[in-house]
C-alpha cells in the first residue's frame, strides 16, 4: 500500500465550479499535512498547511481528519488559472516527508 | 531569506556514465534535505532524505547514491547511469526542530535524459 494516495484524476470541470480532492495517508504517526500545487514542467509549490482544525485561505479549503487519515482539499469558484496538478503530502516524525502522486485538475472555460 | 540552488537545469547522458546533480541551500542551518525523482506524468517518489551531515536514509534501492559533505550540500550520484534512471531531479529541504516538520522547499529541478 502507498503511504500517501490519491485519485490522479483528470478532473475536468467548468469554470466557477467547486471541486474537491481526497488524500489518505497510512502512516498513523504522521504530523505535518499540506497541500502543494505543481504547473507542468515547474517544481511543486506550497499551497497550504492542513490543520487538524481545518483552515482556508480565500477559495481553498483544507480539512484533517485524523482519526481517518484522510486529508481533503476544497476549491471554490474554480478559476482557469486552477489548471494545475494538486499533490497531498504528509511528513513524519523523522522528517520524512512523501508525496501522493497527485490530481490533476483542468478548468474549462 | 532562504534559497536553494540545484544544477544543472537540463542535462543529458550517455548510459553507462556517471552522474553527479548538487543542491546547496543558503539562508539557514542544520535544514532537512531530500531528492525526489518524479517520472513523466507521475507523482514525486522520494530517494533519499537527511537530517543531518553524514546522515542518509534511503527510501528505494536503486542505482542512485546521495551524500551530505556540508551541513547545507547535498549532492545526488550515480557510477553508471540506467535508461530508466531518466526523469526531472528536485532537491528540496525543510526545517525541523519545533516538533513538527515546515513544509518542503524546492530547488528549480534537473531534467535528466539519459539516452
Known amino acids: 500500500r502507498k503511504e500517501v494516495e490519491q485519485d490522479p484524476g483528470p478532473f475536468n470541470v467548468p469554470e466557477g465550479a467547486t471541486v474537491a480532492f481526497n488524500c489518505t495517508y497510512s502512516?498513523?504517526?504522521?504530523?505535518?499535512f499540506f497541500w502543494y500545487r505543481q504547473d507542468c514542467r515547474k517544481e511543486p509549490k506550497l499551497l497550504m498547511s492542513?490543520?487538524?482544525s481545518g483552515n482556508e485561505d480565500g477559495r481553498f479549503t483544507a480539512q484533517l481528519n485524523r482519526a481517518s487519515q484522510y486529508i481533503s482539499l476544497l476549491i471554490r469558484d474554480s478559476k482557469l488559472s486552477d489548471s494545475a496538478t494538486y499533490l497531498c503530502?504528509?511528513?513524519?516524525?523523522?522528517?520524512?516527508?512523501?508525496f501522493g502522486s497527485g490530481t490533476r485538475l483542468s478548468i474549462r472555460p | 531569506s532562504q534559497t536553494i540552488h540545484q544544477w544543472p537545469a537540463t542535462l543529458v547522458q550517455p548510459v553507462g556514465s556517471p552522474l553527479s546533480l548538487e543542491c546547496t541551500v543558503e539562508g539557514t542551518s542544520n535544514p532537512n534535505l531530500y531528492w525526489y525523482r518524479q517520472a513523466a506524468g507521475r507523482g514525486l517518489q522520494l530517494l533519499f532524505y537527511s537530517v543531518g551531515i553524514g546522515q542518509i536514509s534511503s527510501e528505494v534501492p536503486q542505482n542512485l547514491s546521495a551524500s551530505r559533505p556540508q551541513d547545507r550540500q547535498f549532492i545526488l550520484s550515480s557510477k553508471k547511469l540506467l535508461l530508466s534512471d531518466s526523469g526531472f531531479y528536485l532537491c528540496a529541504w525543510s526545517s525541523s526542530g519545533r516538533g513538527f516538520d515546515t513544509e518542503a522547499f524546492f530547488g528549480q529541478g534537473t531534467r535528466l535524459t539519459v539516452v
Open positions: 492542513v490543520y487538524s
Open positions: 503530502v504528509v511528513s513524519s516524525s523523522a522528517s520524512k516527508i512523501i
Open positions: 502512516n498513523s504517526a504522521s504530523q505535518s
